[in-house]
């Protein structure tokens, strides 16, 4: 089982169902038809999105959040796509008006989540958005990952608890979002739903959009 599947094995929901109030403020979502949810966990984008009337699609490697999301949408009788999808290997196979990763890429390292968000833009329909939220180096989660570490695999990829999480630098998010930018919210020491996070992270969300 993988650290997420066994992370959203329990009954509670892991990273809460409120999206980020930062995406709820700068959405104009009167012009979003189609979303994507891009390891999206239990769905609490998609779900907000869909509530809105938007036709959205979770992709999720985790087969128990994906089924959590889709039991979700079933209960509140929203018709919302969800599957279980590697975004290592992924391809777009058609466009949305919003593409979201929020804390996502960390899931890889550096190159890997060059190449993922490569393929994330190239599902942003024109005037379209992509929304990124990541974790960024050079603060206390640094200091204590590196304490920590089993063992670091790359620049910034910390292996611990049996999952990898690279830090990025926020030029590192800028290159992989690299449109106009709509907001950018960088946020000090916040602090994880999962009661269990050791670490204070300094959060950067960024909305661009594709013109
Ligand atoms: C920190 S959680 C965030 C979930 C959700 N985006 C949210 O904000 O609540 C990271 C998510 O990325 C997913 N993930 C990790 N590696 C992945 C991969 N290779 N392909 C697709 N999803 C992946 C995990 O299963 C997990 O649901």
Redesign the pocket.
């Known amino acids: 089982m993988?650290?997420?599947?066994t992370?959203?094995a329990g009954s509670e929901s892991?990273?809460?169902e409120a999206p980020?109030a930062f995406l709820v403020q700068h959405l104009p979502l009167g012009g979003v038809r189609s979303a994507l949810?891009?390891?999206?966990?239990?769905?609490?984008?998609a779900l907000w999105l869909a509530r809105a009337g938007v036709a959205a699609e979770l992709?999720?490697?985790?087969e128990a959040?994906v089924e959590r999301c889709a039991s979700r949408a079933r209960e509140a009788g929203l018709a919302l796509h969800a599957s279980a999808?590697?975004?290592?290997s992924?391809e777009p196979q058609r466009s949305y008006d919003i593409v979201?990763?929020?804390?996502?890429l960390?899931?890889?390292k550096i190159a890997r989540a060059v190449d993922?968000a490569e393929r994330l833009r190239r599902a942003v329909a024109p005037g379209g958005y992509l929304y990124l939220?990541v974790h960024l180096a050079g603060g206390a989660e640094e200091r204590m990952r590196r304490e920590a570490a089993q063992e670091e695999r790359a620049e910034r990829s910390f292996f611990a608890h049996h999952?990898i999480k690279t830090l990025f630098t926020e030029e590192e998010v800028r290159a992989m979002a690299p449109w106009e930018l709509v907001a950018k919210e960088r946020v000090e020491g916040e602090r994880c739903p999962r009661p269990e996070c050791p670490y204070p992270h300094d959060v950067l969300r960024l909305l661009t959009v594709r013109r």
């Open positions: 993988s650290f997420f599947d992370l959203y892991v990273y809460g980020d949810d891009a390891g999206g966990g239990e769905g609490r984008h992709i999720d490697s985790s959040a999808v590697d975004l290592r992924w979201i990763a929020a804390i996502v960390h899931a890889f993922v939220s999952h």
